[in-house]
């Protein structure tokens, strides 16, 4: 009986075996998922692991491929371009097992992507109750990609991503940019969708591109190699960090005050908050960075050892020296912040601790509250930090600090790696880009940027991926003598790389945004638009609804400059007046001064007598004033040009 037993449990192990081989073997790369979205007319590419020298066979509903694993065990398959489809099975099979994903629709597949106003969800948009009322598609589906920064490439998003149906607990939460124009392309379309939202709120550009594109900018060099080395060592690069802060700010404000304390601080009343609630006229608008001091006294007993610093809630970045040594920064909003002190950091005596908090939108600073706010010693005793804070604004004019090239929103390829990285391979219909806000500071770079990512999405989703790009609206103060403008450099910038990519479209959102909110909810109007320029793309290149109607010249004739737009087979026009407004005229000094200007069908003349014009702007300011009109009734783009 013991005999038996003994060979009924080897079988059964040596099954067990088996099972474990056949689950394991192949392996479907991580973006191959259960409700998913292939794209239609275009040969599906399946990839995968196995044994070395595997033979694998693929299936997806009657179509059929076969493949060989290489040396490494990697296998990739090509299937045949299919039509629109529902409710298909994907298997790959081997003689050790399979692997099988169903309810696989073929379709259209949209990657949208950016930051904040690509985020907003249908449910903050213009008047949700009505647009989560109408019908919803089943075979419309969604891939909302969870927010991951990573200093490494992901092969795989994090686990429990999943495509889901579009139902209105999904679509609520859902970017309601990539809705709408999804919801439109397919009652039009009548195929399945599939839509993939991979935004995060406050992303610079720069965190969106792989690091070998960002490699040919030369000015990030530094940061790249720092990026680097924290992978390897991230002391080390902290520490680096550190110095490299250091020496901007010496060279900004010429001092130190990690090491000598802050030259003119003021108490901070009550509580640690927002610092717009300090009672201080200088801080109740301000956005940029407060320097904010605290000094505490400890004995010999309690300073040795290693020890933690928690400083409570800190919006949204913050940069943390204990008696001039450099401690660390983390971004956030309004997240902890706790800090490992290594021994011989604190001393007998007086102690400063001092924090650089920059905020750059609504509420921020140190926020508390208090009781998360403390020493923990080495003796595990806590020395509470409230109260007795100081402060100081740091003059806006310094300009802004150097980024961790490793943070998330502001740093470099994290997002890429973590949210882009996943779906190489994924093929696509086209890419929705709507970011620049968090850019607008630094509108000379971002032309370059947008070519370093579209090609990194092309080299990933496929060449010739079409790609429109929103640009960002009217936000902020109006424009009451001419001047310079950061948001209209960065719309001049947007319009510049389309009109050099033949296979990108630019959506002009002025019209549709609010000056009072960086927000704003009319994202219908915005996708409407973004569906005019996407059929203008696939008209071809020469449709000037792609570039926004962007001017074809200008030229000076004696005293007079010319503007020429593309002809249409409609009339441009003006709102609110008979002549168009908003064009002013710039000399080489930079001095500028707003002009008058007269259509003629699709010219534009202005009378500049002075020779020392150079520069020619329309619809300029964060928040501008302009008037002229495609004949599709959407705002001609804002542009800048030379007349030399």
Not at 179 to 206: C, H, K, M, T
Not at 340 to 356: C, D, K, S, Y
């Amino acid at each position: 009986m013991g005999y038996r037993k003994h060979l009924w449990l080897a079988a059964a192990l040596a099954l067990l075996s088996l099972a474990a081989c056949a689950d394991a073997d192949p392996v479907l790369d991580a973006r191959f998922m259960d409700a998913m979205v292939l794209q239609r007319g275009q040969p599906v590419t399946v990839s995968g692991s196995a044994d070395p020298d595997a033979e694998i066979t693929v299936t997806l509903g009657s179509a059929e491929a076969q493949a060989r694993a290489d040396a490494t065990g990697r296998w990739e398959a090509e299937l045949p371009a299919l039509d629109a489809a529902t409710g298909l099975t994907l298997r790959a099979s081997s003689s050790r097992g399979a692997r099988t994903f169903k309810d696989i629709a073929i379709g259209d597949v949209f990657l949208c992507s950016g930051q904040s106003n690509m985020a907003w969800p249908v449910r903050l948009a213009l008047n949700p109750e009505r647009e989560l009322a109408k019908p919803l598609r089943p075979d419309m589906r969604l891939l909302q990609v969870p927010h991951v920064a990573s200093v490494t490439r992901q092969s795989a998003l994090p686990e429990g991503t999943r495509w889901q149906a579009a139902n209105l607990h999904e679509v609520t939460h859902f970017s309601a940019l990539c809705y709408f124009f999804g919801r439109d392309w397919q009652a039009s379309e009548d195929v399945p969708v599939g839509l993939i939202n991979a935004s995060w709120g406050g992303s610079r550009i720069e965190a969106w591109i792989s690091p070998d594109a960002l490699r040919t900018a030369p000015h990030l060099t530094e940061r790249l190699d720092l990026l680097g080395t924290y992978v390897a060592d991230p002391a080390a690069a902290t520490s680096a960090f550190g110095a490299i802060w250091e020496r901007w700010w010496q060279a900004a404000a010429g001092t130190t005050p990690w090491q000598d304390g802050l030259a003119d601080p003021k108490p901070i009343p009550g509580e640690l908050r927002d610092w717009k609630a300090f009672g201080d006229p200088e801080l109740e608008t301000y956005l940029g960075m407060v320097w904010h001091e605290r000094r505490v006294t400890l004995t010999a007993a309690q300073a040795a050892g290693a020890a933690e610093l928690s400083l409570g809630g800190i919006d949204e970045i913050d940069t943390v020296w204990v008696n001039g040594a450099f401690i660390g920064t983390t971004f956030g909003w309004g997240t902890p912040r706790q800090y490992t002190l290594p021994a011989g950091t604190l001393r007998a005596g007086e102690n400063l601790i001092l924090v650089n908090v920059h905020n750059g939108w609504a509420e921020g600073g140190m926020t508390g509250p208090e009781d998360t706010v403390f020493l923990r010693l080495a003796s595990g005793d806590r020395v509470p930090l409230a109260g007795n804070w100081t402060y100081q604004k740091v003059p806006p004019e310094l300009g802004g600090a150097p980024q961790m090239p490793w943070m998330s929103v502001s740093g470099l390829s994290g997002m890429h790696h973590g949210m882009i990285a996943p779906l190489a391979g994924t093929k696509l219909r086209g890419a929705l880009w709507y970011q620049g806000e968090s850019n607008a500071g630094e509108p000379e770079t971002y032309e370059n940027f947008l070519r370093l990512l579209t090609a990194d999405f092309r080299d990933q989703f496929g060449q010739g991926l079409p790609m429109l790009v929103i640009q960002l609206p009217e936000f902020g103060a109006r424009m009451m003598t001419a001047g310079n403008s950061g948001w209209s450099s960065l719309r001049d910038a947007q319009r510049r790389f389309v009109m050099a990519d033949e296979a990108a479209g630019l959506v002009v959102a002025l019209g549709a945004g609010d000056e009072w909110d960086i927000h704003p909810p009319n994202k219908q109007e915005v996708a409407r638009r973004m569906r005019t320029v996407w059929d203008a793309l696939l008209d071809g290149p020469d449709n000037p609804a792609r570039t926004g109607y962007s001017p074809v010249e200008a030229r000076r004739e004696e005293n007079v400059i010319r503007i020429a737009l593309p002809e249409t087979s409609g009339a441009y026009q003006t709102s609110g007046h008979d002549r168009p407004v908003g064009f002013m005229l710039c000399d080489a000094g930079g001095g500028c001064a707003f002009t008058d200007a007269a259509l003629n069908g699709s010219m534009i003349e202005i009378d500049a007598p002075s020779a020392e014009t150079s520069t020619l702007r329309y619809c300029w300011g964060d928040t501008p004033v302009c008037n002229l009109m495609a004949p599709d009734g959407t705002p001609v783009t804002p542009f800048e040009l030379s007349l030399d």
